[in-house]
Every structure is written in C-alpha cells, then in structure tokens.
C-alpha cells in the first residue's frame, strides 16, 4: 500500500513591490523642432478642458499638459519625493539599485485605495515615470529545510511592450547530523590536498639532490682533468644535459600544484560558507538565521513606518542574497575543479595501454579540432540568432 505526503509550501513575506522612478528630460532632446509647439498645444488642450470640466488633474509631476520625455536610462529619481503616498527607500540586493518607492502587491490588486485622506486609483500607479516595478517573495518549505527568494521584474520594452524577467534562488539547510558527515570529507579532502602537494615539492626536491649527484660523481671520477682547455664550457654543456634529463618540473607539475591549491581554497570558502557554529545549540542553521530575521521584520508594527520596514526587509534581503549567489559562485567553482580534476585522470591513466589510444588521439587532433570549432563558431552563431533571437536583425535597415 503507498503513502503519499504533501510538502507543504508557506509564503513569509507580504509580497512588497518596488518601483523606480526616473525624471523628466528636455523634450528638444527627444523631438527637436516639434517639442515647444507640442507643449503649447497639450497645454491648450487641457486648458480648454479644464473650463467645461473639472476632471483636469494629472498624475505626472512637474507638467500640466500630459506632454513629457522621461529617459529611462538615466539613474532613480534620489529626492525623497512622496508619490502614492509612499516615501522613496534605498532598495539594494534585487535588480532595483538605489531610490525606489515600495508598496504591498495585494494593494494594486484593488481598484481604488485610500490613503492620506485621498481616494486614489490603482491604475495610476504606473504612470511615465516609471522605469522599472520589481515584486518579491520569500517561500519556505521546513520540512525540507529550504526556502527560496523569487524575483519578478518588468520594464519598458517600447510601445505596448513589457520586458519581464525573473530570478529563483534557493537553499537547503544541512541538519547537525548531516553536517558532522560533510565535516570529515570536507577534512579529508584538505588532508589529501595538503599531502599531494608535500609528495609534489618532495619529489622536486629529490630531482634537485638527483642532479647534484651527478654532478658530484663526474668530479670524483676525474673524466675532465683540471687543465683541459675549455673545461668550463664543458662543465656547462653537462649541467644543461642534466637539467634537460632530469627536469625539477613540467607543465603537468605546474597544473598538478596549482590544481591541488585552488581545491584547498575552494575547501576553505565552502567551510566557511556552509558550516553553521549554532546548529547544535539553537537548532537553525547558516540560511534559517538569514530567514528567521526576515520573519521578525514587524510588518504589523503601527510605531514603524512602512518605508521603515521596508528599507529594514531589503537589508536583510539583500545580505541573505549575497549569501545565496555565493553559493552559486561556489557550486559552479566545484563544477570547474571537477572538470579538471576529471581530465587530469584521464591523464594520468595515458601510462595504460588501451587508454593511451584515447589520450594521443586528441592529443595529435587538437590542433585541427581547435581550427574547426573556430571556423564553424561564426556561422553557428548567426543561425542561431537568425532561429532564436529574430529581433536582432532589426539593426539591419533593408530587413
């Protein structure tokens, strides 16, 4: 008979938004020759408008005319202007760097919102101004010990378009009894990295003492008597003979340490990352704390003002997500070192006879297999853009 579970899914945060804002630019800029003649008309339009209605107001700041250029490539708007009633906040850790003005998500999903003693549409909270809105959400599973930070962003794409795009990042907390397992890999692998490096230098140093051998040997036996002309060109052509025969190091010893220290310092960055010191004594580990200060922001505080609590949500948002892209840096670092560990196994095991075969193969074709990916990479690229990205081709005037 089987047993099904859910694993429930639990939003924490109250899905705050966040818009930037930018300001108005000189119109001559954008529509030269026509931009003063237009405002005077707009203006004119509204006037008239104004006398036989009273429905003249308009949500733009700073014109009276619904005639404006805004640049939207220019940095936030950094005053702290009041716009729906929200005061700007200093928004860091999300696509939105700098001044932004936060607001709930389920507040827009009314028509008409009251706030300061003002009845206010909904539909105007995207007005010209606008550059970019981003909605966050923080979801967290605790049977799993995970969570996950869900981004959502949308810009201007041109007239009767939106470009939207978002960003999913999440964790798995280690419990302690798992922990104690990573720890002893995690010293092992320093231990074997640290013990291949010392057999590496060991065996330099045992070439080194190898050559003076040699050296010595020659002197002993009298093969070149002190008075024979040229004697120490000759002691140099034999020095060079040695060191030719008896190298301290290749390039596979060179890649072999470098190897060995970059997976000791990638083993010292994921300790330190990964490792929680307070999983024993409160039960959460490195993520969870991030996560647990997220839950005490007082969203239900009426002492705190809400530009407050958001400003105090997106510092802690935005360390938690240094954390978290850490550890993608982190996963695509080990990615890279076992790829390199892999081929350098491969090289190693040229010594045997069937998988030499492979290894001189590739090393005798890849020369030419170099030439042909750098030949085929233009025409592929183009296709490519020519199937996937058809938009591209709008740089070309004819097409």
């Known amino acids: 008979m089987y047993q099904f579970e859910y694993v429930r899914v639990a939003s924490i945060c109250c899905r705050p938004t966040a818009r930037s804002r930018t300001a108005y630019v000189p119109c001559s800029k954008h529509v030269p020759g026509l931009a003063t003649n237009l405002l005077n008309y707009f203006e004119q339009q509204v006037a008239r408008k104004c006398t036989v209605s009273y429905n003249c107001e308009y949500p733009q700041d700073g014109i009276n005319s619904g005639f404006g250029c805004i640049d939207r490539?220019?940095?936030?708007?950094?005053?702290?202007?009041?716009?729906?009633?929200?005061?700007?906040?200093?928004?860091?850790?999300?696509?939105?760097?700098?001044?932004?003005?936060?607001?709930?998500?389920?507040?827009?999903?009314?028509?008409?919102?009251?706030?300061?003693?003002?009845?206010?549409?909904?539909?105007?909270?995207?007005?010209?101004?606008?550059?970019?809105?981003?909605?966050?959400?923080?979801?967290?599973?605790?049977?799993?010990?995970?969570?996950?930070?869900?981004?959502?962003?949308?810009?201007?794409?041109?007239?009767?378009?939106?470009?939207?795009?978002?960003?999913?990042?999440?964790?798995?907390?280690?419990?302690?009894?798992?922990?104690?397992?990573?720890?002893?890999?995690?010293?092992?692998?320093?231990?074997?990295?640290?013990?291949?490096?010392?057999?590496?230098?060991?065996?330099?140093?045992?070439?080194?003492?190898?050559?003076?051998?040699?050296?010595?040997?020659?002197?002993?036996?009298?093969?070149?008597?002190?008075?024979?002309?040229?004697?120490?060109?000759?002691?140099?052509?034999?020095?060079?003979?040695?060191?030719?025969?008896?190298?301290?190091?290749?390039?596979?010893?060179?890649?072999?340490?470098?190897?060995?220290?970059?997976?000791?310092?990638?083993?010292?960055?994921?300790?330190?990352?990964?490792?929680?010191?307070?999983?024993?004594?409160?039960?959460?580990?490195?993520?969870?704390?991030?996560?647990?200060?997220?839950?005490?922001?007082?969203?239900g505080s009426a002492d705190i003002t809400y530009e407050g609590k958001v400003s105090q949500f997106f510092d802690i948002l935005s360390s938690f997500v240094k954390i978290l892209d850490t550890d993608v840096y982190l996963r695509v670092v080990a990615y890279v070192l076992i790829l390199m560990s892999f081929f350098r196994l491969i090289a190693y095991l040229r010594v045997h006879p069937r998988i030499a075969v492979l290894y001189k193969t590739v090393e005798v074709a890849i020369d030419d297999l170099f030439h042909f990916f750098l030949v085929q990479l233009v025409p592929i690229e183009l296709f490519s853009c020519c199937c996937f990205r058809p938009h591209l081709l709008q740089i070309i005037p004819d097409v």
């Open 73 to 299: 490539e220019s940095e936030n708007l950094q005053s702290p202007i009041t716009y729906f009633s929200r005061q700007s906040a200093i928004v860091e850790g999300v696509s939105i760097e700098g001044h932004a003005y936060p607001e709930f998500l389920d507040t827009l999903t009314q028509p008409t919102v009251y706030k300061d003693g003002r009845i206010l549409s909904t539909e105007d909270y995207v007005d010209m101004q606008t550059k970019e809105i981003v909605v966050l959400n923080v979801f967290v599973n605790p049977k799993l010990r995970s969570g996950t930070i869900l981004e959502v962003a949308f810009s201007y794409a041109g007239p009767g378009k939106l470009d939207g795009q978002y960003k999913m990042i999440s964790y798995v907390q280690m419990d302690e009894e798992t922990q104690e397992t990573w720890l002893v890999w995690v010293n092992l692998v320093a231990i074997v990295s640290i013990l291949d490096l010392c057999f590496l230098v060991f065996g330099m140093f045992n070439i080194n003492m190898e050559r003076w051998a040699w050296r010595k040997n020659i002197e002993m036996d009298g093969a070149i008597p002190t008075d024979t002309p040229g004697r120490r060109r000759i002691w140099q052509k034999i020095a060079a003979g040695v060191c030719r025969e008896l190298p301290l190091w290749n390039a596979w010893d060179v890649f072999d340490i470098a190897l060995r220290v970059f997976i000791l310092l990638f083993t010292f960055e994921h300790y330190k990352h990964y490792h929680s010191e307070n999983i024993a004594s409160t039960g959460n580990g490195r993520f969870e704390e991030k996560l647990n200060q997220i839950l005490l922001v007082p969203w």
